[in-house]
């Protein structure tokens, strides 16, 4: 029994604990920076004036100029950000359903793209692509939903007290969002490599095998692809840079996961704090699965047209 407690620690604990506070350090290093800013910007008014700018710009998206501090903040921040500016706004049902489609593909860009980026990604082309399938997301949307009567279910108004109190509160919040980063991330990895250890990923990839084959994606990615859709990008992330590191899963395996869970991941729990404001759960789940398959697709037949005009310049 001992022996094994040891071999446990030797082959589960010691470098999960190792590479989960590497990954977690360099989560942070991206995560605080980009929130500070944030918070700066948001605190002098330039959120404010960017939404005026770009009104114009969402109007043919069925959104009003005030969703765009919605959009903007969630861009550089996560989907709770996202809930606590959507709860200050009087938002239409059916805005309110648009928007957060676009927020649930395009959030915390700068960070999440820098995560995919380690496991065999463009982060450019990452973050324009959750750009661009945001916004025909909200397109497709904007053509298909029917009139919704009514607004969101709570609203709020949010006051300042001072510059020194909000940084104070700020402070506050990313210090838990950091302390989460830090516990979950050695978590997950502590979960991932003892399941491994046991036999027991196999076993949990086995039925998810036929739908990954319909999506375009490989086998192998299978646990992953689990993680990033109840857990969400930033965590399952966690994971793909350790696996991929590993050699557990190849950089173009990794590269069409990273396409789909781009535009689809954190379906849980993303999903149900926009439910809890009174959306549609078919409708903030069906428009995101529906166009990562279709990514994934297409990113395979582009890889398929460079193979054979490389081997044709050859």
Request: net charge positive; proline share 4%; aromatic share 10%.
């Amino acid at each position: 029994m001992l022996l094994e407690i040891k071999d446990l620690k030797e082959s589960v604990f010691r470098p999960a604990f190792r590479q989960g506070m590497k990954t977690a350090l360099w989560l942070l290093k991206l995560t605080i920076p980009v929130s500070l800013g944030v918070f700066l910007l948001d605190w002098f008014g330039v959120l404010e004036a960017l939404a005026v700018v770009t009104e114009p710009l969402f109007r043919g998206f069925g959104l009003s100029g005030k969703a765009s501090i919605v959009l903007i903040t969630g861009y550089f921040t996560n989907i709770y950000s996202v809930i606590a500016v959507m709860a200050t706004l009087d938002l239409s049902v059916r805005e309110a359903l648009i928007l957060a489609n676009m927020c649930l593909i395009g959030h915390a860009l700068i960070v999440e793209s820098g995560i995919q980026a380690k496991t065999g990604s463009s982060p450019w082309r990452m973050a324009l692509l959750r750009l661009v399938t945001g916004f025909l997301a909200a397109w497709i949307l904007n053509f298909l939903l029917p009139e919704m009567p009514g607004k969101i279910i709570f609203r709020h108004e949010v006051t300042s007290e001072g510059f020194i109190p909000d940084f104070l509160g700020w402070l506050r919040a990313i210090g838990i969002t950091s302390l989460k980063i830090v516990v979950l991330v050695n978590l997950l990895l502590v979960l991932q490599r003892f399941l491994s250890e046991l036999g027991i990923l196999r076993w949990l990839e086995r039925p998810f095998r036929p739908l990954l084959r319909i999506m375009g994606l490989p086998a192998s990615s299978s646990f992953l692809w689990l993680v990033a859709n109840t857990l969400g990008l930033s965590y399952g992330g966690a994971i793909m840079i350790s696996q991929t590191a590993e050699g557990a899963l190849s950089r173009k395996e990794a590269d069409l996961l990273n396409h789909h869970i781009a535009i689809s991941h954190s379906q849980l729990e993303d999903t149900l704090l926009f439910a809890a404001m009174g959306l549609s759960i078919p409708w903030l789940v069906a428009p995101r699965f529906l166009l990562a398959i279709g990514v994934v697709w297409l990113r395979r037949l582009e890889l398929l047209y460079r193979g054979i005009h490389r081997k044709q310049a050859v």
